[in-house]
Structures are given as structure tokens and as C-alpha cells.
């Protein structure tokens, strides 16, 4: 990952599985977001290939790269939410672009995937009418909208107060439970970390590689290396391993 001559990060190298709800984490500055553009589609990585499945993303055809990210659905960090559209309209408007459906389905539908993230009766609302929390949830059900089979979120706790954090933890081990959906979510939130995350990759600022990967409890459990236990216990953790040994990445199977 890099920005003309400046390498922001080099050398990752992870898999995401089906069914996982898989975690970006690391401090500030070290590229998670950038991260996520790669693997979204938004900017080609300097070197290297994302691939989905079997295919290589920024190697295959314009189109079938278009076919790939309609299987996917993403949540940016402020909901991004367009403020002139109600709720309803946000999350109908990939459905009116990509669809063929009557507009009285489309209704129905942004209704339904509204009331699955505890919408419902706020159609008619704008974004400037509701709470933060119900932008982020809006927000989500607008990435539901095609059914995808990747859910891509940025954030999403991000400026929510502790319960409505909850909240939108619950919603997400809901979706992934009853859908089926694979979810892959930046977030620096220990709570979320460790309440919904079950595989995880750790990338660094200062070393520029990613340095741990693996379920988040294992991580704070087994994963000697400091900087990743300062991150999970807030700097709260006194590593008492040898130089050579916590100054080790931890990739941890599983």
C-alpha cells in the first residue's frame, strides 16, 4: 500500500473466511482505511492481488470486477448518508440503479432491510432527523440492500455512546448468524473487538507490515509481541518475555 514513493504498508498477507466477522485493527495512521479501499475496489494496491475467491480482483475485466462488488455492501465511517434523501430512498437507490424492481418492491424492501436493523417506522425520516446511532444502523441497511455476501464496515462504532455500541455489536452478530453474511469491520473499539470479532489482522504504523493476525481473544491471551498487547489492554500490559521473543509477530491459525 503506498501513495506514490511513500509506503504506507508492505507485506500483508491474510485470508478473511466465509462466515467470519474478521477485524482491521491497529493505532492511528496505519493504514486501515487505505486498507480497505484495496480491498473494496477504490485503489489499487502499488503491489500485490486481492483475490475473492479464486479471482484476482485488479487483474480481472472491468466487468467482472463490478460483478464482484455487488456481492458486497459498505458502511463508511460518517454513514455517508445523503442528507436530501429520506432513510428509505438512501437504501432504495442502489435497488432503483441495479434492479429491474417495481417501485412498490423497492419500497418494500428498503422497509424490510430498515426494520431489520430496528428502522422500522422511520422511512419517511431524514438523516438529519435521527440520532448518530440510527445513522450508523441507516447506514448499514443501505449496504444490506443487495443481499450482499461481504459487509464491509468502517468504524461503525465510532462516536456512538457504550450501549448504543452494544447495540450495533448485537445487530452485526445477528446478521452475520442469521444471513450468513461475512463481515469485515475497522474498528479500534476493545469492546467490539473482543464482543464480535472471531479472526483479526494487526497492522503496524512504526514497523509498516502487519505484525499479528488470528482471533483478537487469542491475541490477548497468547501474543507476547508488546506493541499488539499495549493495543489490546490499553497499555495496561507488562510484557515480561525476552526482546528477541516479544518483539515477534503473532499469527496465530484458526
Known amino acids: 500500500m503506498a501513495y506514490g514513493s511513500y509506503v504506507l504498508q508492505h507485506d500483508l498477507s491474510f485470508s478473511v473466511n466465509r462466515g467470519d466477522i474478521f477485524i482491521i485493527m491497529g493505532g492511528s495512521g496505519s493504514g486501515k482505511s487505505t486498507l480497505m479501499r484495496h480491498l473494496i475496489g477504490l485503489k489499487a494496491p502499488a503491489r500485490g492481488a486481492v483475490f475473492y475467491g479464486s479471482m484476482n480482483f485488479w487483474e480481472s475485466e472491468p466487468r467482472e470486477r463490478d460483478q464482484m462488488m455487488r456481492r458486497c455492501g459498505v458502511m463508511y465511517q460518517s454513514g455517508a448518508l445523503w442528507s436530501s434523501l429520506t432513510l428509505a430512498e438512501n437504501v432504495a437507490l442502489s435497488l432503483e440503479f441495479y434492479t429491474s424492481l417495481k417501485p412498490v418492491e423497492v419500497r418494500e424492501i428498503a422497509s424490510l432491510k430498515l426494520a431489520l436493523v430496528g428502522l422500522a417506522g422511520f422511512e419517511d425520516y431524514y438523516p438529519a432527523e435521527i440520532s448518530g446511532g440510527m445513522k450508523k444502523r441507516a447506514g448499514i441497511a443501505r449496504a444490506m440492500a443487495l443481499d450482499p455476501e461481504l459487509l464491509f464496515f468502517d468504524e461503525p462504532s465510532s462516536g456512538l455512546d457504550p450501549i448504543s455500541a452494544r447495540l450495533l455489536d448485537d445487530l452485526i452478530l445477528e446478521l452475520r448468524d442469521s444471513l450468513g453474511t ?73
Open 182 to 254: 461475512t463481515v469485515v469491520v475497522i474498528t479500534h473499539e476493545l469492546a467490539s473487538i473482543f464482543a464480535i470479532g472471531n479472526n483479526s489482522v494487526f497492522i503496524d504504523a512504526a514497523q509498516q507490515t502487519m505484525i499479528a493476525t488470528g482471533d483478537p481473544n487469542r491475541l490477548l491471551k497468547d501474543c507476547a509481541n508488546p506493541t499488539v498487547r499495549n493495543f489490546l489492554t490499553r497499555g495496561e500490559a507488562k510484557a515480561e518475555s525476552k526482546p528477541a521473543e516479544v518483539s515477534a509477530p503473532c499469527f496465530l491459525a484458526g
